[in-house]
């Protein structure tokens, strides 16, 4: 898949910062998606379905839920063409109505303010002294990002993406489930622990066969214990397509329902885009 919003608007951040160490890649063990699993056992079919039912009940039943969360995480990221880190990013959000994304970077403050509703995105980008409003359906052309609200939400809360009930290809060790999933316009691969289904790890693959092989990678970890909820207060993103885009967040301060305000005032003095 293309860059994901969150991508996109790192990519406009101009900051001037130290270089970041390297952002290490671990390897996706998920199942390959070339050929499905044919079982001819009846018997361990059936056990294959039951697990995989059971399998499914236990990553529904680790869908971190809320009604507001505020939080503020440090980043870093790396292109072909550049590099930053020390920028640190805060995150409010009120579920299914609004997503507001303020960037940071050392000296000069904040960089970049994101307001994203179901219908639109307004930005500004104080570096460059630039203003952008898009309907949201607008702003998937203009970043290049196949994305909806949903899809975002529930990338910043650490819930899986593009998961759905046709699955494939499940694998099991000790320690780990890989599967496959199927949906109209992607093959999503996902790791899962294997106690207690929780998430490790997702990839999102274009389908068809473009000369470009596009997809975006997911890995969680350091998950935080907050009431019934699990939480991943670390995040590694990578988006292939052309190139690579690899992303590192770590939260450090993160508050479900509490309240939250989305200040967004559009100076006059910035150029429209």
Not at 52 to 58: E, H, V
Not at 185 to 197: E, G, H, K, M, P
Not at 206 to 213: A, H, I, L, T, W
């Amino acid at each position: 898949m293309r860059l994901l919003l969150f991508v996109g608007l790192i990519a406009i951040v101009a900051a001037s910062c130290r270089r970041p160490k390297e952002l290490a890649r671990t390897t996706f063990p998920a199942a390959d998606t070339s050929k499905r699993v044919v079982v001819k056992d009846s018997s361990a079919s059936e056990e294959m379905a039951k697990f995989t039912d059971s399998m499914l009940t236990g990553i529904h039943s680790n869908h971190i839920d809320f009604n507001s969360f505020s939080g503020r995480a440090k980043f870093a990221f790396e292109t072909e063409q550049d590099s930053k880190n020390g920028l640190s990013v805060n995150i409010r959000m009120q579920k299914d109505s609004i997503i507001w994304i303020s960037i940071s970077a050392p000296v000069i403050d904040e960089v970049v303010r994101a307001v994203i509703t179901k219908d639109s995105l307004k930005m500004y980008n104080r570096l460059k002294k630039q203003l952008v409003l898009r309907r949201l359906a607008d702003a998937e052309d203009l970043l290049n990002v196949p994305f909806d609200f949903n899809t975002l939400q529930d990338l910043l809360i650490g819930n899986p993406v593009y998961l759905t009930d046709s699955v494939y290809q499940v694998i099991k060790t000790p320690s780990i489930v890989s599967f496959s999933c199927d949906n109209p316009r992607f093959i999503s691969l996902f790791n899962v622990y294997a106690d207690d289904f929780g998430l490790q790890q997702s990839k999102v693959m274009d389908k068809g066969e473009g000369e470009v092989k596009r997809s975006c990678e997911l890995t969680y970890g350091d998950y935080a214990k907050i009431g019934a909820r699990k939480f991943p207060t670390t995040r590694r993103i990578y988006v292939e397509e052309k190139s690579t885009t690899k992303v590192a967040l770590d939260f450090t301060r993160y508050d479900f329902d509490v309240p939250v305000s989305f200040p967004f005032s559009m100076p006059s003095s910035y150029k429209r885009m």
